[in-house]
């Protein structure tokens, strides 16, 4: 595909570092435990699954299959209002490793940037940048 950079190595052990062993998985069940040594044995393996689906430009339908969890709040005591209630929505551990390597690369391409936005449209942190310049 036209201008498609093939996902480094190195990009992807920065994206499974990058998220918590305590992440709980989704629907697949695996945890970032199972994928890290295997990358580091390897590393082929997860580079072939992570370039496909960001060559194509698509995400494998199971990979966006979500596991709902409604855990009750401790501190609510009335339970048939919704509000008594937080939803956790566990995702596959390859859609957050493809999640990470899309969040890095998107970081360090508008890092490069030298466009400034209003102060008011700001949502979120950059890393090496103030909110103000963000």
Known sequence: MTG???VTETEIKTAIDAIPPSSAPGDDT???SVWKPLHSIRPDILTAMMDWPLSCRTLPFILKKVLAVIIP???KPDC???KAYRMIFLLPTL???IEHVVLNRLIDFTSQMTVTFPVWKQE???PTRCSSVS
């Open 4 to 6: 498609f950079i093939s």
């Open 30 to 32: 695996f945890r970032t």
């Open 73 to 75: 709040e401790p501190d």
């Open 80 to 82: 048939s209002i919704p």
């Open 95 to 97: 859609s957050k490793i």
């Open 124 to 126: 979120g942190t950059v």
